[in-house]
């Protein structure tokens, strides 16, 4: 979000009496380079990709926690899914092209599996009480 408001801030000034119009506003404007409003445009793509990711995350982390799981595995599990969703966002919000595009969806894919194999654990566990 950071990077998105302050490219927009710096290129045509962020209106924060309506801040969801900035992308649609900058992307129409024809003064502003295209490569400049698809990056913008692909930032907010990562980011609205975060908020749905969120919840799932959320639930994955709060239910292993409920359980008792173990806090190696916890912790390494949120690391290295939030190193893979800087992988992701990076790569989302830098890629040009339909090649690179897959490995942005294959890398979500293999993050999302990290809450789905920890919500399993959780399961597991609670199952086996």
């Known amino acids: 979000?950071?990077?998105k408001y302050l490219s927009i801030d710096r290129i045509m000034g962020y209106d924060n009496v309506q801040p969801r119009?900035?992308?649609?506003k900058l992307v129409e404007?024809?003064?502003?380079?295209?490569?400049?409003?698809a990056r913008i445009e692909r930032m907010e793509g990562a980011h609205l990709n975060g908020n749905e990711a969120f919840p799932l995350w959320t639930a994955a982390v709060l239910a292993g926690n409920v359980v008792?799981?173990?806090?190696y595995v916890l912790n390494i599990t949120s690391l290295t899914y939030i190193g893979m969703r800087l992988?992701?966002?990076?790569?989302y919000i830098n890629h040009r092209t339909s090649a690179v595009s897959w490995i942005r969806s294959s890398v979500f894919f293999a993050s999302?599996?990290?809450?789905?194999s920890l919500l399993i654990r959780?399961?597991?566990?609670a199952a086996d009480r």
């Open 122 to 125: 959780a399961a597991r566990k």
């Open 1 to 3: 979000m950071t990077m």
């Open 29 to 37: 404007d024809k003064k502003i380079p295209p490569e400049v409003a």
């Open 87 to 91: 992988l992701y966002n990076t790569i």
């Open 68 to 71: 008792g799981l173990n806090n």
């Open 21 to 24: 119009s900035n992308t649609a």
């Open 112 to 116: 999302v599996s990290l809450p789905i």
